[in-house]
């Protein structure tokens, strides 16, 4: 069994950014299951399935493989055998993802993968439940979170350093109401596990994050 670190929260609290500094330094595996959730969530719009229309998701689980690999120590994510990392950070997938990740089958689809890769290596694993539901017995849990306006603001420079148009307050309304759908859903809703650190990134930077985290280690 690997040394398992569980880092939990928000869309845009940085904990894709955190989690990888934070397995770089220790010399871990970095799994994002929140992009393995875009990744399938690619998958139903390549298909043209509306969010609203769960048998047709559930329908579209059966024939999709979702993969990992490694290139230069970095995640990539492949659905069926394509590389499709550079555009899971597309807005429309991850509100599909938001929208999709709630239905068992596909939370069944993706779970015992991430499990068996936390069992064979020592990883620092971050998205909405892992502390609660994908690795309940981690050895470190953190939950990351941020004010819905900072996280905001990291979004849209992300987006305009990117070359995007956007809009600052759709991004913002975006962010409430995804924290509102990932809270309410019947299915592993996104929660601070009772063993879990609370982190608020709103006034810290990514080095004090890190070490905040670190210690805990």
């Not at 010399?27 to 299951?33: H, N, Q, S």
């Not at 962010?175 to 879990?196: C, F």
């Amino acid at each position: 069994m690997g040394y398992q670190v569980a880092i939990d929260g928000p869309a845009g609290a940085g904990k894709s950014t955190i989690a990888k500094l934070v397995a770089k330094r220790k010399g871990y595996i970095y799994v994002d299951t929140g992009a393995m959730y875009r990744g399938l969530a690619l998958h139903f719009l390549k298909k043209g399935i509306d969010p609203e229309d769960i048998k047709s998701i559930c329908e579209a689980c059966k024939d999709v493989e979702i993969t990992i690999g490694y290139e230069n120590g970095q995640q990539q994510i492949y659905l069926n055998g394509e590389n499709v990392t550079g555009r899971l950070r597309e807005e429309e997938v991850g509100n599909m993802a938001s929208l999709s990740s709630g239905i068992p089958q596909v939370r069944e689809k993706l779970l015992e993968l991430q499990r068996e890769i936390a069992r064979k290596e020592n990883v620092v694993m971050d998205g909405r439940d892992i502390g609660t539901s994908v690795l309940p017995f981690a050895d470190v849990k953190i939950f990351l979170t941020a004010s819905v306006d900072t996280r905001a603001r990291r979004r849209y420079n992300e987006l305009v350093e990117a070359g995007e148009k956007c809009d600052f307050a759709q991004i913002a309304d975006d962010i409430a109401k995804r924290d509102e759908r990932d809270m309410t859903r019947d299915v592993s809703p996104l929660r601070k596990a009772e063993d879990a650190v609370l982190i608020d990134s709103s006034d810290m930077s990514i080095e004090e994050v890190v070490e905040a985290i670190e210690k805990q280690m």
